[in-house]
């Protein structure tokens, strides 16, 4: 069993940046870690991930601004995000898969998720 917490998400100005935890308990090596994001009336779309060998992966508009990373000590993972849009605004959730490579950001492959953290970017 796999539970995870978000924490930092806020409000933002365009062009300012924020960090995101997701604290993991149990066993989370063998999963690949990501970041999940839903807005208002919008399927819940993967942002970045961090996969059970260390790589990293990232949705296509989120390359070069966000970055993803983890801390196996602490079985934490984190998300930095600079240069934010409003589009970026949303519930971000963390998310715990066994599916791997590509498909690590594919919503569906998620077997455990938290309960999400608000980010709200305004222009």
């Known amino acids: 069993q796999v539970q995870l917490v978000e924490s930092g998400g806020g409000s933002v100005q365009a062009g300012g940046s924020l960090s995101l935890s997701c604290a993991a308990s149990?066993?989370?090596?063998?999963?690949?870690m990501g970041w999940f994001r839903q807005a208002p009336g919008k399927e819940r779309e993967g942002v970045a991930a961090?996969?059970?060998?260390?790589?990293?992966r990232y949705a296509d508009s989120m390359k070069g601004r966000f970055t993803a990373s983890k801390d196996n000590a602490k079985n934490t993972l984190y998300l930095q995000m600079n240069n934010l849009k409003p589009e970026d605004s949303g519930i971000y959730y963390c998310?715990?898969?066994?599916?791997?490579?590509?498909?690590?950001?594919?919503?569906?492959?998620?077997?455990?998720w938290g309960q999400g953290t608000q980010v709200t970017v305004s222009s």
């Open positions: 149990g066993y989370t090596s063998n999963y690949c």
């Open positions: 998310a715990a898969s066994l599916y791997h490579g590509r498909h690590c950001l594919w919503a569906g492959g998620a077997g455990y």
């Open positions: 961090v996969d059970s060998d260390g790589s990293t």
